[in-house]
């Protein structure tokens, strides 16, 4: 989620080897005989070791909370548990954050473990987002690599400390390798063994980081920290929570958007066995019951009357007419350089297009949830797969009348998200502890969404509308494009909106049009807000969702036009872009892009950078009539140093087939403002039979990595139109594809 | 009172006789291996035992589960359910994880009644299995990974 733009990397962002340990930054504490150590967030306020000078244990300023920061926990029975700040919604940051740890601290793969953060933004925000502690932007990665690296170095050197005491020997002659401390005495220890002694250790003024050819976990195949416990039934998921005493709660949310409660007649949901109560919130009506069956009958047995006097009232094609107004018109400047309309104007090849992007949910498989206990002292503890703790601790203590500190959140594995379970308002969380408050609260609340709730709830990636031109120069490169977007923001109105802005349009709306890499003299994109009740989000990598599959289906155009291999064509634009053309060719090569084909049979190419992570992405695809089979994708990837190469692996096969199954056949369409789609009969996702073979090449690098959680999407659907016109010479430019205008073909 | 045997112990619930397995294995018996996904037999997430055969528990009522072999993922043993999570395990299949339980259940499931399956066995045993994260490749791979094992 969220556009690059919040993600700004430094271009000086290389290893540091070795770095100086900014004393302030770590943070050391002991207990149980266990050596806690993590690493303070820059920009926290100041510590009093700099007053105490070098050598001692970093206390907070008198007057401050105490703060069991840690990021690192060696116990006694050997085990090193890395305190993640992440969620682990699948993309395995409980297995890469881990990784960075066990790198530097010379671990055993097998002694590592994880465990969730709690709420806290100045202990484990995301220094990519500013005080904010979440995980989004395919970040996660990125942001923890040099404060886990000095935090498992800084572990390590205070271990070596604790040998050199218990040994008496050089530190220069003790070896770390696997988990064990060793000398050539034949001394020897574990990590368990030295941790109490390491606790009293002085944190290091100074951590050496590995130079990464001496690395020998990074960038080797371990298996998964979660590949037991998620394939025994044992992983907790907040769906999974049971608190004594336990209400589960449904809400009925209204059914057009912008509507709310105007009366309810709950007689018939209250005499329900097993319904406890019912309650009217902000967010719709909410049935109480001793399980999910009887609040589901209940909330199946209420008599609600809407009001839709704000409502969203189109349908689906009135929407698009009036995106088709706004595209006849100019729109806010995204990006501007020499005068795309006269260059249009006096060229002779011109390639028009226009593209609709469907709204789309984003269907996690385990539905939105948490649950909410009060506390004796009136503090309450939430547990949920919390993707944005601070803003949600920041609504549910608002909403419950309380300060954030009093709110507690347990974070549990979540079952996917891909966007949906970080909200700019804290959506869920909000409802439940409005549903909450209504009540006397002295029973636990789950709220759980059905599926149909989750389809219908809205937080849609929102429809877009991509009206374009382009024109070729005489030389076969691009002398113009002319670029309008209409769709609707989700980040005006929210507290992202001053940083996601800029002047006057909505970065996340055109990210991937407006800086995109081709060398192209006359460019001007514009672009038109569309409001509307419906709400939107962030949908597994943005705005890249739709604007790859605008641009990418343009170049193939534009290389079609000019007579060109479609890979040479983007290569000949991209002379500055030397990680694009890296796995543009990487994936041509490996795809044999070019080759002949059977009749029937084609190949298409994309690439597209996203959250500093570049794909490209080469579909192999068989056409029968309108049938289309995507055979194979032939991805290559450049993510700077790989860390987990098969956990890249898997976010790419991953990505490429939520990709894939939202571009065959996922829409959210609207029949006068009432949702079409409902459940997975209606919104079907990717199946089995609908995955491609997919293989993954990862590029080599000595860049600071970047994240893969969503880069793997928005190729896939551009080099699946280009294969399907390279079979049938028909383009697929909408989403989700046509197929029934191959018919013929 | 409904009677249920499930993973070879008995439990007597006094619930709605309409009331899907998924529910009162889930709410009731607080066994929460077995997941909900759609609650309309859309997508296998909640994936159980009957007798040996993989049901969709949110599509079985209470009052037809009774007198049957209930088996979840908490229950699953002998050499193919062993076979099957090896596989998963040594192939890193599992992402968010969330729809694996029942994949794993249909995938005993196949390899009891097929201990060789063909691709095309694959795809119509688990084409009812969604996995939102797309981790098909590996779910494919790892049912012939446990056929091997099994050989
Ligand atoms: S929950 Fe039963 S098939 Fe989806
Ligand atoms: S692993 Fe996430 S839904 Fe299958």
Known sequence: ?745 | MISLKINGSTHALDADPDMPLLWAIRDLLNMTGTKFGCGIAQCGACTVHLDGQPVRSCQTAISDAAGHEITTIEGVNGKVAQAVQAAWQELDVVQCGYCQSGQIMSAIGLLSQTPKPSDNDIESAMDGNVCRCATYGRIRAAIHDAANRLA
């Open chain 1, 1 to 745: 989620m969220y556009a690059k733009t919040m993600l700004r990397r430094p271009e000086a962002d290389r290893l540091p080897v070795p770095t100086a340990l900014n004393r302030r930054d770590i943070l050391k504490a002991g207990g149980a005989g266990a050596l806690v150590i993590g690493v303070l967030i820059r920009g926290g306020r100041a510590y009093a070791e700099e007053a105490a000078g070098g050598g001692k244990a970093i206390a907070p300023v008198a007057g401050d909370p105490p703060r069991p920061n840690a990021f690192v926990r060696i116990a006694p029975d050997n085990t090193v548990t890395v305190i993640v700040k992440h969620l682990d919604k699948g993309q395995g940051v409980t297995t890469g954050l881990p990784t960075i740890v066990a790198e530097e601290l010379d671990a055993d793969w097998g002694q590592m473990r994880a465990e969730f953060a709690p709420a806290n933004a100045q202990l484990y925000n995301n220094t990519d987002f500013g005080p904010i502690q979440g995980t989004g932007g395919s970040s996660s990665v990125h942001n923890s690599w040099t404060q886990l690296r000095k935090a498992g170095a800084a572990a390590r050197a205070m271990l070596i400390a604790a040998a050199v005491d218990e040994w008496k020997v050089p530190a220069t002659e003790v070896t770390v390798e696997k988990g064990v401390l060793r000398h050539k005495s034949g001394k020897q220890a574990t990590f368990g063994e030295l941790a109490a002694k390491a606790a009293q250790q002085p944190v290091p003024p100074e951590v050496h980081l590995k130079d990464p050819k001496d690395f020998t976990l990074i960038g080797t195949k371990l298996h998964r920290i979660d590949h037991i416990v998620k394939t025994n039934g044992t992983a907790i998921y907040a769906l999974d929570i049971r608190r004594p005493n336990m209400l589960t709660a449904v809400l009925q949310r209204p059914t057009r958007f912008g509507g709310t409660v105007k009366s309810v007649d709950d007689k018939a949901a209250r005499a329900i066995k097993g319904v406890v109560d019912v309650v009217t919130v902000p967010q719709g009506v909410a049935v109480l019951a001793e399980n999910t069956w009887a609040a589901r009958q209940g909330r199946d047995a209420l008599k609600i009357e809407w009001d839709d006097s704000k409502a969203e009232m189109r349908s689906s094609a009135e929407m698009l007419a009036d995106y088709k107004k706004l595209a006849a018109t100019r729109g806010s400047i995204a990006a501007k350089a020499g005068d795309a309309e006269q260059a249009l104007g006096s060229s002779g090849k011109v390639v028009k297009a226009e593209f609709t992007f469907p709204y789309l949910a984003h269907a996690p498989m385990e539905p939105l949830n948490a649950t909410v206990e009060r506390a004796a002292d009136g503090s309450y503890d939430f547990y949920a797969g919390s993707q944005f703790p601070t803003i949600e601790q920041a609504v549910a203590a608002a909403t419950l009348g309380v300060t954030p500190d009093k709110v507690r959140i347990k974070t549990v594995w979540a079952g996917g998200s891909f966007g949906r379970r970080a909200t700019p308002n804290g959506d869920y969380f909000g409802e439940l502890a409005a549903i909450m408050a209504k009540t006397d609260q002295k029973r636990p609340i789950h709220l759980v969404y059905t599926r149909e709730d989750d389809i219908k709830g809205g937080r849609y990636r929102p429809m877009f509308y991509h009206a374009m031109e382009a024109a070729l120069d005489t030389n076969g490169g691009i002398a113009a494009w002319h670029h309008r977007l209409v769709g609707q923001s989700f980040m005006k109105g929210t507290a992202f909106e001053p940083v996601m802005f800029k002047e006057g349009v909505d970065a996340t709306a055109v990210e991937g049009v407006a800086d995109m890499p081709y060398a192209i003299p006359n460019l001007l994109v514009e672009w038109h807000d569309a409001p509307s009740p419906v709400s939107t989000l962030w949908w597994r990598s943005v705005g890249h969702s739709h604007t790859a599959q605008a641009v990418e289906v343009m170049m193939d155009d534009l290389a079609h036009a000019a007579a060109k291999n479609p890979v040479d064509f983007r290569l000949a634009l991209l002379k500055d872009h030397p990680r694009h053309v890296g796995v543009l060719k990487l994936a041509a090569e490996k795809a044999g892009f070019g080759k002949t084909m059977p009749a029937g049979q084609g190949q298409g190419v994309a690439v597209h950078e996203s959250f500093n992570t570049y794909v490209a992405m080469v579909a192999d695809v068989t056409v029968k009539d309108s049938n289309v089979k995507v055979d194979r994708i032939t991805i290559a990837v450049d993510c700077g140093i790989p860390i987990n190469p098969d956990v890249i692996r898997a976010q790419m096969e991953g990505g490429a087939g939520y990709g894939l199954g939202a571009a065959l056949r996922n829409q959210i369409t609207f029949d006068k403002g009432i949702v079409d789609q409902a459940n997975f009969d209606t919104y079907e996702p990717l199946r089995m039979s609908d995955m491609p073979v997919i293989d993954v090449h990862i590029v080599p690098s000595a860049e600071a990595p970047t994240g893969v959680g969503e880069p793997g999407v928005p190729p896939v659907a551009p080099a699946v139109s280009n294969a399907v016109f390279a079979a049938t010479g028909k383009r697929l430019r909408s989403l989700p594809f046509d197929f029934d205008s191959l018919k013929g073909a």
